[in-house]
Nanobody
Framework: QVQLVESGGGLVQAGGSLRLSCAAS????????MAWFRQAPGKEREFVAM????????AMRNSVKGRFTISRDNAKNSVYLQMNSLKPEDTAVYYC???????????????WGQGTQVTVSS
């Protein structure tokens, strides 16, 4: 089992920044591809970003490219999402996810966090 705990959400004005953190415990963190998803009210959960096991490869949702950065620290069993130039449409619950795989893929994650609310006011 892997436990994922997100933190760092909150209320921010448009154009502002937030840094989300996800702390993992339970298994070897570096064995997992890590990702961030989000779910806005009334919408389906959507992929935001993922990062490979070593942290050297990653993929981002087009709408966040140039504004969001995903990173990980395997020594701290943590993954991060730095969000800059936030827009009201970024408002959602953000979830951390983990998948036990060597490939850069996050289809059907093995584990999910509880989520952290991000609200961007206009």
């Amino acid at each position: 089992q892997v436990q994922l705990v997100e933190s760092g959400g909150g209320l921010v004005q448009a154009g502002g920044s937030l840094r989300l953190s996800c702390a993992a415990s339970g298994r070897t963190f570096s064995d997992y591809v890590m990702a961030w998803f989000r779910q806005a009210p009334g919408k389906e959960r959507e992929f935001v970003a993922m990062i490979g096991r070593s942290g050297t490869n990653f993929a981002m949702r087009n709408s966040v490219k140039g504004r969001f950065t995903i990173s990980r620290d395997n020594a701290k069993n943590s993954v991060y999402l730095q969000m800059n130039s936030l827009k009201p449409e970024d408002t959602a619950v953000y979830y951390c996810a983990a998948k036990f795989t060597a490939a850069l893929t996050i289809n059907n994650p093995d584990y999910w966090g509880q989520g952290t609310q991000v609200t961007v006011s206009s």
